[in-house]
């Protein structure tokens, strides 16, 4: 009925955490939601597209590896589950925006994450290479809580300003090296973007940064997800290796 009645559906989230210890025609599951949803993308379980990255506080490993043999099934056991061959399943971070309810309450708007700890949970996520999903409860007029969706939109756009307006900068590309040059500023943060239609190729890389104008540079970080964040340096020079 969802999958026929409705929409084209991008994504479909199954959810381990009660289904310890039950068993499922997962095989003709499976085939019934890819043959009525050929693109859908499926969370965590059976034939995943995506997985869970095994806790509910919004934050990624380090490194976050987006090629694994195996997945994570649910908060209430250590179970893994094998998906038979290394595959590329980039990695989602679930959290609630309140402290202790998935569903909506009365009694819990106090506990709405502030502004600062949305984007300390963006820096974990995102920019640690992985999906940010954050989870509200609709209200009891079927709609999103007031305070909880102008948090989001207030989430958003301290995200667009601290990151949407790049610095004027000359680029040169020589094998696998970028090498960005402009005047002596702060930088603030530095974003790197992957192409993801054939997975992750991208296995590591290093950011380096010209201290001054002359002299060796310096690595100032050292990562595997293409999604970097640094903070409140003064370089003139950055080599992406």
Same mark, same amino acid.
Request: aromatic share 12%; proline share 5%.
């Given at each position: 009925?969802?999958?026929? $009645?409705?929409?084209?559906?991008? &994504?479909?989230?199954?959810? +381990?955490?009660?289904?310890? $210890?039950?068993?499922?025609?997962?095989? /003709?599951?499976?085939?019934?939601? /890819?043959?009525?949803?050929?693109?859908?993308?499926?969370?965590?379980?059976?034939?995943?597209?995506?997985?869970?990255?095994?806790?509910?506080? +919004? &934050?990624?490993?380090?490194?976050?590896?987006?090629? =694994?043999?195996?997945?994570?099934?649910?908060?209430?056991?250590?179970?893994?589950?094998?998906?038979?061959?290394?595959?590329?399943?980039?990695?989602?971070?679930?959290? @609630?925006? /309140?402290?202790? $309810?998935?569903? #909506?309450?009365?009694?819990?708007?106090?506990?709405?994450?502030?502004?600062?700890?949305?984007?300390?949970? &963006?820096?974990?996520?995102?920019?640690?290479?992985?999906?940010?999903?954050?989870?509200?409860?609709?209200?009891?007029?079927?709609?999103?809580?007031?305070?909880?969706?102008? @948090?989001?939109?207030?989430?958003?756009?301290?995200?667009?300003?601290? =990151?949407?307006?790049?610095?004027? @900068?000359?680029?040169? %590309?020589?094998? $696998?090296?970028?090498?960005?040059?402009?005047?002596?500023?702060?930088?603030?943060?530095?974003?790197?973007?992957?192409?993801?239609?054939?997975?992750?190729?991208?296995?590591?890389?290093?950011?380096?940064?010209?201290? #001054?104008?002359?002299?060796?540079?310096?690595?100032? &970080?050292?990562?595997?997800?293409?999604?970097? =964040?640094?903070?409140?340096?003064?370089?003139?020079?950055? %080599?992406?290796?």
């Amino acid at each position: 009925e969802l999958l026929t $009645n409705y929409v084209t559906f991008d &994504y479909l989230w199954f959810d +381990g955490c009660g289904s310890e $210890n039950h068993k499922y025609d997962e095989v /003709r599951i499976i085939k019934a939601i /890819r043959d009525l949803q050929p693109n859908i993308l499926i969370f965590n379980m059976w034939d995943p597209d995506t997985r869970w990255v095994g806790s509910e506080a +919004g &934050y990624a490993h380090l490194p976050s590896i987006d090629y =694994v043999d195996a997945l994570s099934f649910s908060v209430q056991t250590d179970r893994k589950d094998s998906v038979g061959e290394m595959r590329f399943l980039p990695v989602e971070c679930d959290f @609630r925006m /309140r402290r202790h $309810n998935w569903f #909506y309450s009365d009694s819990d708007e106090p506990t709405v994450k502030t502004l600062d700890k949305l984007m300390g949970i &963006y820096y974990y996520s995102v920019g640690r290479g992985a999906n940010m999903l954050i989870n509200i409860g609709p209200d009891r007029r079927g709609l999103l809580p007031k305070k909880d969706s102008q @948090r989001l939109l207030e989430c958003r756009r301290e995200v667009k300003r601290r =990151v949407s307006s790049p610095i004027q @900068r000359n680029t040169s %590309i020589n094998d $696998n090296t970028y090498t960005l040059e402009f005047d002596l500023q702060l930088i603030s943060h530095v974003v790197l973007e992957e192409d993801l239609s054939r997975g992750g190729v991208i296995k590591s890389f290093v950011i380096k940064a010209y201290p #001054y104008n002359y002299g060796e540079p310096i690595t100032v &970080y050292h990562g595997t997800s293409v999604f970097a =964040v640094f903070r409140h340096f003064t370089p003139t020079k950055l %080599i992406l290796l």
